[in-house]
């Protein structure tokens, strides 16, 4: 018999983290099945060791080598049974409150595919890109000009409505099984970054809606700049090559060749 939902976590050496998001799942809320699985992505600080010996109730998987997020995922919802799946990141903390909201919205609305929450920085802050509009060439320049003439962001993260938007953050995904079976799993050719765009684009395509639902809440204590990070920022911008030629071929690929650069520039990433 298939749960509720299942919760896959994939943790490459964040192990303290790990260990903190997991202490908020303890206590399942209300009538509420949840499983969850943790995919550890090659780490080499005992994660998977300390994971059985804290929370036995948790699956672990180990991958050999870290093979990125698409894979690690991929990993653990093809392990899951839970009639809906939450993409979680290690570095989360999560009542239970936020569990069950977000599943409840997805029982009251029938026609939508994936659903993230309100994304809050551990100052209490909402945090950049919970959710936001594909990359197309015209929203790179919105996004940009917005940066340079206006001197804020093209989206309002703070804001109270519910919205239906064309992506939310892989950070925190809810997932209706049907909307997976019917699109598919992430893609694997994404190392990092760009693959739950990717992934809500597809859903969106097969004829679901992708909300930003902000009336629930995850605190995500990481993700808030890749420019520390210059492995990361070459993922970031490898997958944002692969996504253009993947879904606006040879044209949209010159098109991000020409805006990248000032882009770049503008945003400072």
Same mark, same amino acid.
Request: net charge positive; glycine share 10%.
């Given at each position: 018999?298939?749960?509720?939902?299942?919760?896959? /976590?994939?943790?490459?050496?964040?192990?303290?983290?790990?260990?903190?998001?997991?202490?908020?799942?303890?206590?399942?809320?209300?009538?509420?099945?949840?499983?969850?699985?943790?995919?550890?992505?090659?780490?080499?600080?005992?994660?998977?060791?300390?994971?059985?010996?804290?929370?036995?109730?948790?699956?672990?998987?180990?991958?050999?080598?870290?093979?990125?997020?698409?894979?690690?995922?991929?990993?653990? /919802?093809?392990?899951?049974?839970?009639?809906?799946?939450?993409?979680?990141?290690?570095?989360?903390?999560?009542?239970?409150?936020?569990?069950?909201?977000?599943?409840?919205?997805?029982?009251?609305?029938?026609?939508?595919?994936?659903?993230?929450?309100?994304?809050?920085?551990?100052?209490?802050?909402?945090?950049?890109?919970?959710?936001?509009?594909?990359?197309?060439?015209?929203?790179?320049?919105?996004?940009?000009?917005?940066?340079?003439?206006?001197?804020?962001?093209?989206?309002?993260?703070?804001?109270?409505?519910?919205?239906?938007?064309?992506?939310?953050?892989?950070?925190?995904?809810?997932?209706?099984?049907?909307? /997976?079976?019917?699109?598919?799993?992430?893609?694997?050719?994404?190392?990092?970054?760009?693959?739950?765009?990717?992934?809500?684009?597809?859903?969106?395509?097969?004829?679901?809606?992708?909300?930003?639902?902000?009336?629930?809440?995850?605190?995500?204590?990481?993700?808030?700049?890749?420019?520390?990070?210059?492995?990361?920022?070459?993922?970031?911008?490898?997958?944002?090559?692969?996504?253009?030629?993947?879904?606006?071929?040879?044209?949209?690929?010159?098109?991000?060749? /020409?805006?990248?650069?000032?882009?770049?520039?503008?945003?400072?990433?």
């Amino acid at each position: 018999m298939g749960y509720d939902l299942s919760i896959v /976590i994939v943790s490459w050496n964040t192990c303290d983290l790990l260990l903190q998001c997991l202490r908020t799942l303890a206590d399942t809320p209300g009538n509420l099945s949840v499983e969850v699985t943790v995919v550890d992505n090659g780490s080499t600080d005992g994660t998977a060791a300390a994971v059985k010996h804290a929370f036995a109730w948790a699956k672990v998987i180990r991958i050999p080598t870290n093979q990125g997020f698409a894979v690690g995922n991929n990993v653990g /919802i093809k392990s899951s049974t839970g009639r809906y799946v939450m993409l979680l990141n290690s570095d989360t903390l999560v009542s239970p409150g936020a569990l069950t909201g977000l599943v409840e919205f997805m029982e009251r609305h029938r026609d939508v595919g994936a659903v993230g929450p309100r994304l809050l920085q551990s100052n209490g802050k909402p945090q950049p890109f919970a959710f936001g509009g594909d990359p197309t060439p015209g929203y790179l320049v919105r996004r940009g000009l917005f940066r340079l003439v206006l001197k804020r962001a093209l989206y309002d993260w703070n804001t109270n409505q519910v919205q239906t938007v064309n992506w939310v953050s892989g950070a925190c995904l809810l997932a209706r099984r049907e909307a /997976i079976e019917k699109t598919g799993l992430l893609d694997e050719n994404m190392f990092m970054y760009f693959e739950d765009n990717d992934w809500c684009l597809r859903i969106r395509r097969a004829g679901w809606t992708v909300c930003y639902n902000p009336q629930v809440a995850v605190i995500h204590l990481g993700g808030q700049s890749l420019k520390q990070n210059p492995a990361a920022r070459r993922a970031y911008y490898q997958s944002l090559d692969y996504f253009y030629a993947k879904h606006y071929g040879l044209l949209g690929r010159w098109l991000l060749g /020409i805006c990248l650069a000032p882009y770049r520039w503008i945003t400072k990433q």
